[in-house]
């Protein structure tokens, strides 16, 4: 029973277009969503985060669109550098239980 | 600033052998978590603790344990290691899950 998938494995973006990673989750109980990348042998490391109250979250070149009545979480790189290749990983939060759950990453390789 | 340290970073063991991977914070946070993860996975939670003397299991606590004497450290112990034990250790700190995660550098431990 996953709660949280990345149904995308990899992707590969040219350098300086839009990088698009995607989350579904099962569960409505979740109300806040995270997104944490991850260089090899490092451990990962908080990019962004949203409420459930808002549908949108900016920071720079990183934007979090949040779709709860789909049950669907992205991330937009914009524009995609080649040191943004990593894994990205959503993780969610349920509240009163303080533990997150993560989705299973996608690996992105931006091509200079 | 060290944040979160793990250590050993890497360690080999044989089938039966006792580990304890060690974990210490600086950063005075309440929240401490042991994940591991699997090639191809995302990280799932093996036990975490809301404070010096409270743990609790996650979604894979068999074949662990933990101790949570100080609120600095979060000793994960193996006893009796197995194949199915072979992966890539991270423990985590936090003031709670919507302030995110600090997370260490990881273990990369093999059993054989």
């Known amino acids: 029973d996953q709660q949280v998938k990345q149904n995308s494995p990899s992707l590969s973006v040219q350098e300086g277009r839009i990088s698009i990673l995607n989350c579904d989750y099962t569960?409505?109980?979740?109300?806040?969503f995270l997104w944490y990348k991850k260089y090899p042998a490092e451990g990962p490391t908080f990019l962004i985060s949203i409420s459930s109250i808002k549908d949108k979250n900016e920071d720079g070149r990183f934007t979090v669109f949040l779709n709860k009545s789909a049950k669907h979480l992205s991330l937009h790189i914009v524009p995609s550098q080649p040191g943004d290749s990593a894994v990205y990983f959503c993780?969610?939060?349920?509240?009163?239980?303080?533990?997150?759950?993560f989705g299973t990453g996608t690996l992105l390789a931006v091509q200079p | 600033n060290a944040g979160v340290t793990q250590t050993p970073k890497f360690r080999i063991l044989k089938i039966g052998q006792s580990m304890t991977l060690q974990c210490t914070q600086d950063?005075?946070?309440?929240?401490m978590y042991w994940y591991r993860q699997d090639p191809g996975m995302g990280l799932k939670l093996i036990y975490y603790s809301v404070g010096a003397g409270i743990t609790d299991k996650g979604e894979v606590p068999n074949g662990y344990n933990v101790s949570r004497s100080t609120t600095e450290d979060f000793p994960l112990r193996l006893e009796l290691a197995a194949p199915s034990q072979t992966s890539v250790y991270f423990c985590?700190?936090?003031?709670?899950?919507?302030?995110?995660?600090?997370f260490g550098s990881g273990t990369r431990l093999t059993v054989v």
């Open positions: 569960n409505s109980m979740f109300d806040y």
């Open positions: 985590a700190s936090s003031y709670g899950a919507t302030y995110g995660y600090t």
């Open positions: 950063m005075n946070h309440n929240y």
């Open positions: 993780a969610l939060d349920g509240g009163a239980t303080n533990k997150l759950i």
